[in-house]
């Protein structure tokens, strides 16, 4: 074998003592990468993981996460599409859209995104409705229901203006939906001094921070699917808003950031 390699015997059996031996700092890396990935359920891919290693002091090569995220044969959770119901075909007035789809906001509580999505269940559906902080992408309100009636987003709107310290110059943007266009809820945002803004006819990019934030909830907690009574949904969807998306969750758009610190960082400013 030496002659073969031309390499000398002391060469050839150092190579033979370290054969095999492991890196002890990428096995560190692995033991934390593997720590991150349990601690946010297979939700993050490498660009959350290397974001949260270097948040906590130490400095790690992309390409590295993912080669090490290869190695430990650890992947993201697949996204799946969802579609939208939304029932636009009614008689009540329709606002300008004001967004244009312009989603570069300067401060928190300029602008809130709104919508309802649908989640199915083992005992039938189940209907979420949701009010978003565009700056910070913080979730300050939503209201489950097992209808689409107004009173659900009337609900979530108010709890959401109950968290904040409502300030002038609002904008409310959401889709056509017949529970946004009713009176009751208008008198609603009348209240708070909100201009209201709706998304043109079939639109989802007019609200598509709204959509990514319902694509990621179904995808991360797997409810593309019934899998989970409506009380365990319910559980599960308090527990990804208040605990893990708020307050933990890294956010791309908000370089790695949580919804949170973003918020509480803009409003001490």
């Given at each position: 074998m030496v002659e073969v390699l031309q390499v000398s015997k002391s060469g050839y059996y150092n190579w033979r003592l370290h054969i095999g031996a492991t890196d002890p700092e990428e096995e560190s890396l692995k033991?934390?990468?593997?720590?991150?990935y349990k601690e946010n359920y297979g939700r993050y891919g490498y660009r959350r993981i290397r974001a949260e290693i270097r948040n906590r002091g130490l400095t790690i090569n992309g390409k590295q996460v993912l080669r090490l995220m290869h190695e430990l044969n650890l992947r993201a959770i697949c996204p799946k599409?969802?579609?939208?119901?939304?029932?636009?075909?009614?008689?009540?007035?329709?606002?300008?859209?004001?967004?244009?789809?312009?989603?570069?906001?300067?401060?928190v509580e300029q602008v809130w995104l709104s919508d309802i999505t649908y989640l199915k269940t083992l005992e039938g559906w189940l209907y979420l409705s949701v009010v978003m902080d565009l700056y910070s992408r913080r979730i300050p309100g939503w209201e489950l229901s097992e209808s689409?009636?107004?009173e659900s987003v009337i609900n979530a709107f108010?709890?959401?203006?109950?968290t904040y310290k409502i300030t002038a110059d609002k904008i409310f943007h959401s889709d056509?939906?017949?529970?946004?266009?009713?009176?009751?809820?208008?008198e609603e945002l009348k209240k708070y001094?909100?201009?209201?803004?709706?998304?043109g006819r079939g639109n989802c990019y007019d609200?598509?921070?709204?959509?990514?934030?319902?694509?990621?909830?179904?995808?991360?907690?797997?409810?593309?699917?019934?899998?989970?009574?409506?009380?365990k949904t319910r559980i599960k969807i308090f527990e990804y808003i208040e605990f893990y998306y708020n307050k933990k969750r890294l956010h791309s758009s908000l370089n790695y950031r949580t919804p949170d610190?973003?918020?509480?960082d803009k409003l001490i400013c």
């Open positions: 033991d934390l990468i593997m720590s991150i599409r969802h579609k939208k119901t939304t029932d636009s075909k009614h008689s009540e007035p329709i606002n300008e859209n004001l967004l244009n789809q312009n989603f570069t906001v300067q401060r689409l009636a107004k108010k709890k959401a203006a109950q056509r939906g017949v529970q946004f266009a009713s009176d009751e809820f208008r001094g909100f201009t209201q803004s709706m998304s609200n598509a921070p709204m959509e990514s934030f319902f694509h990621t909830l179904k995808n991360e907690l797997l409810l593309s699917k019934a899998i989970d009574s409506k009380y610190k973003v918020f509480f």
